[in-house]
């Protein structure tokens, strides 16, 4: 620590991505008392990578877009944790159908700009893992589609989308998956990016970054690794 209480800072180099050692000082923690949220995530948790932080914010989220036209898109579901999460979250809104896309065979289109990946990266899964979790939590309010997004499987999706929660991993497929969605989601729609910033993810942040110059969104960087984007207009 330096004498203004901020980490160091690491520049590798200056014309990079910049990381730091992030030290968050809240300590509010509605998951603790969120009995809903809790009953599901002790379900789930041996089926995700992805912190219990995140979870709750998309199980936040897709509550708050409950009421926004469209469905909810999951692309990168592995074996099902965060798409059973915004499942069981809007179970409740007969009209909200929750899509979970996934090749089940690993990530896809790892190019330069994702030096941590080569493709195939979370093969260890399959469609009847993430339909025998879902069934298991008795939700009835999605639908799994297996191959790459979109061009294998987006043409089963009809309408418009409140919801994209985009956990692929690396750049292209990220903007792929997002230049799909943009012309679909609907004002007041969210975009959520897991892996923001993480190190090994520099693909996703790259792409988050430039997505950031698109005016018709506003933008929310979140500590916890999620890049959040709210379309306005
Ligand atoms: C980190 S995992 C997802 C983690 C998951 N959300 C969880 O709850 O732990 C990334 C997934 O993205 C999938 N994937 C990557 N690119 C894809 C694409 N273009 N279309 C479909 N699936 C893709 C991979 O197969 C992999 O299962």
Known sequence: MNQDHQPEIWINPPSQLIHSIVKVDASYSP????????????????????????????????????????????????????????????????????????????????GENDPKYQGGEHADTS???????????????ASILQGIFPEDTAENIPGKISLLHSDVDVYQSSKD?????????????????????????EGVTTYCEELRQNPDFHFIHNLNGHAIFIKMK
């Open 127 to 141: 469609l009847s893992v993430v339909r025998e979790l879902l069934h298991s939590l008795d939700i009835n309010n």
């Open 31 to 110: 998951w603790l008392g969120d009995l809903d949220f809790q009953n599901t995530y002790q379900k789930i948790k041996g089926h995700t990578l992805v912190d219990i932080y995140r979870c709750y914010e998309l199980w936040s989220l897709a509550k708050q877009t409950a009421s926004v036209e469209g469905a909810i898109l999951e692309v990168g579901v592995w074996r099902g944790g965060t798409g059973a999460i915004l499942a069981q979250s809007v179970k409740e809104i007969p009209s909200k159908t929750v899509y979970l896309a996934d090749t089940f065979s690993g990530v896809v289109k790892a």
């Open 177 to 201: 998956i997002v230049e799909w969605c943009l012309p679909r989601l609907s004002t007041g729609g969210l975009i959520v990016f897991d892996d923001y910033g993480f190190s090994g993810c």
